[in-house]
């Protein structure tokens, strides 16, 4: 049975091929995507590169025009493969006038084996706000109100949308423990984000995608490997321009005495560097980040 297979594997999730068009437009082109138990998968990429329809074919909110989607080995559109996932989208209507206990209490129903009404308060962290009309919330504490319903039904798979929009860094903080906790426990977060460091403190894989297909697949690490660009920081008086010149520079910034260069030829620049200006000074050099990984793997069309 397909659904035991997947299990075994640790595959809770797929999409096989799936192409997707809205008019003219293509959405999806023969993507693949796999999610597995006990993971957070990141998934990035600039507005229209089709991360939201392949989210939404996942969940089973439309159906791809070729291609295959499994949801714990079913289709999505099967109740009790819904019943395994959560749900943290974008936009959200809620009833205003409901307190924040009773729309948890409300979307509990809608599961087999739920959190308690206790757990899950605790879990969200909303226990200053569940007493709290919906109405009467902030834009961030309506998205602590909106992750409590996500997780209250303890999901084995769980969809975050821009999920800390909105937070202060004391609740984003707070909310990236849990999804740790969540994600030790077992259950598989698919999160995609616009804040490139909230992927890189969470991801265990990332996927980049581009005009509907995936560009890089892997971790962390392997995304920055992938960059061979390195940043140089440093204190120099040497002339910006006359840097710029350099072979091997790719960029150069200035912001007062303090000079930041981009290049792939890290040792060659910092040997002229420390030739050019014998009194350089708090010399740095670090890796690409993801976010440098990102805008590399995002400025080139996908082939």
């Known amino acids: 049975m397909a659904d035991g297979g997947d299990r075994a594997e640790g595959l809770l999730a797929r999409l096989s091929g799936a192409r ?20 957070l998968l990141a998934v990035l990429g600039p507005n229209g590169a089709g991360k939201s329809t392949a989210i939404a074919l996942l969940l089973g909110l439309q159906r791809p025009d070729a291609g295959e989607v499994l949801l714990f080995g079913r289709s999505p559109h099967d109740l009790a493969a819904r019943r395994g996932v959560g ?19 409300m979307t509990s129903a809608y599961y ?20 709290r009309p919906y109405a009467k919330l902030s834009g961030g504490q309506k998205r602590q109100a909106q992750f409590a319903l996500a997780v209250c039904g303890r999901p084995r798979l769980l969809f975050l949308d821009e999920p800390t929009t909105g ?10 423990a849990t999804l740790r906790r969540l994600v030790a426990g077992g259950t598989a977060i698919v999160l995609t984000t616009h804040y490139i460091e909230e992927a ?3 991801a265990d894989r990332v996927v980049v995608m581009a005009k509907g297909r995936c560009i890089a697949e892997g971790t962390v690490a392997e995304m920055r490997a992938l960059v061979v ?12 321009a006359t840097i710029e010149a350099w072979t091997g520079v790719t960029g150069a910034t200035r912001d007062g005495g303090q000079v930041s260069i981009t290049t792939p030829d890290a040792e060659a620049i ?3 560097l420390l030739a050019a200006d014998p009194a350089l000074s708090d010399l740095e050099v670090r890796r690409a980040g993801l976010s440098e990984a990102f805008a590399e793997l995002t400025q080139e069309p996908a082939q």
């Open 229 to 240: 660009r390195k940043r140089i920081d440093c204190a120099t008086t040497l002339d910006l």
């Open 112 to 131: 087999p084996e739920p959190l308690t009404l206790p757990e899950t308060i605790a879990l969200a962290g909303v226990e200053r706000i569940a007493n």
């Open 200 to 202: 890189e403190a969470l």
């Open 270 to 272: 910092v040997r002229r």
């Open 20 to 39: 997707k068009r809205y008019g003219d437009t293509t959405a999806l082109d023969g993507l693949d995507l796999d999610v597995r138990s006990g993971e």
């Open 167 to 176: 937070l202060d860094l004391t609740s984003r903080e707070t909310m990236w």
């Open 87 to 105: 749900v943290m989208m974008q936009e959200v209507a809620l009833p205003d006038a409901l307190r924040v206990r009773d729309l948890i209490a």
